[in-house]
């Protein structure tokens, strides 16, 4: 049952972790191959990648391959790809915010639709006179700020998990204390009757602990399991980014439409 819920807790964390690193390793290649201009064999790489990783990086990688072998039709599907997966992506506000600015730079570059036109504002009439007794708008509400990504050490699940398991453990413990303290008082039954029954609870006591201290254990293991997850899931979400900006740069040093 503990085994169930930690698996439902920690998600394909494992699996999907390993899916990143691989793909974070062709996604290497394609950099390096774009360098020496080799872009078919870089086009697979990023493919690899993607199979793996379904991230808006790879698919920006993609779009700027197509465009610097001047496949500016091919690079603006990517790219319109990239729009349909940011709001779905597991990317936090500012790296969904940055990759949507640049794949719409790229679009603009490669001479792909123009950013929507403003609506003209109406025309301005004099202002009314407030009525008296009037209620007055209420006035618009801020904008909130965007949502920056959580740190992995303040991961709410991990949290949770470290929180039972500590208070499962020292309640385990504290079992284990009483049951030892009852068996030892058993000593001054005045019957043997008593003595029995005080060694019975005890043992039920010490029984009891173990389990309790035994799950919490587990929960606390899972607590940093999790933590070790999330942490490694960001750092391949940070890392893929980073190849996904050195691509772009070298986009912009290589190739100008």
């Known amino acids: 049952m503990i085994g169930l819920v930690l698996v439902l807790l920690l998600g394909t964390g494992p699996d999907r972790d390993r899916d990143r690193a691989e793909a974070e390793v062709h996604a290497r290649k394609a950099e390096a191959l774009v360098a020496h201009g080799q872009y078919d064999a870089a086009e697979r790489e990023l493919h690899s990648a993607y199979a793996l990783d379904s991230s808006p990086y790879h698919l920006f990688g993609l779009g700027m391959v197509a465009k610097l ?4 039709d091919r690079a603006l ?3 319109d790809r990239v729009l349909e997966a940011l709001p779905t992506s597991d990317l936090d506000d500012a790296a969904r915010q940055g990759t949507e600015t640049a794949a719409l730079e790229q679009i603009a570059a490669c001479g792909g639709r123009p950013p929507d036109e403003p609506t003209p504002a109406p025309p301005t009439s004099p202002p009314l006179e407030p009525r008296i007794g009037a209620t007055p708008a209420p006035a618009p509400s801020p904008t909130p700020p965007p949502r920056v990504a959580r740190p ?11 929180g039972l398991g500590s208070t499962a453990v020292a309640t385990g413990l504290g079992l284990v204390i009483g049951g030892a303290v009852v068996d030892r008082n058993a000593q001054d039954a005045g019957t043997a ?9 005890a043992r039920r006591l010490a029984v009891a602990g173990v389990v309790v201290s035994a799950i919490g254990t587990s929960l606390v293991i899972g607590a940093i399991t999790r933590w070790i997850v999330v942490k490694r899931r960001g750092d391949a979400v940070t890392r893929t ?5 050195r691509m772009r740069a070298a986009s912009s040093r290589c190739c100008s439409r």
């Open 69 to 72: 072998r001047g496949d500016c």
């Open 77 to 79: 599907g990517f790219f």
């Open 152 to 162: 992995w050490h303040r991961d709410p699940t991990a949290g949770v998990l470290m």
């Open 193 to 201: 009757t008593g003595f029995l029954e005080a060694g019975e609870r």
């Open 241 to 245: 980014a980073r190849l996904a900006r």
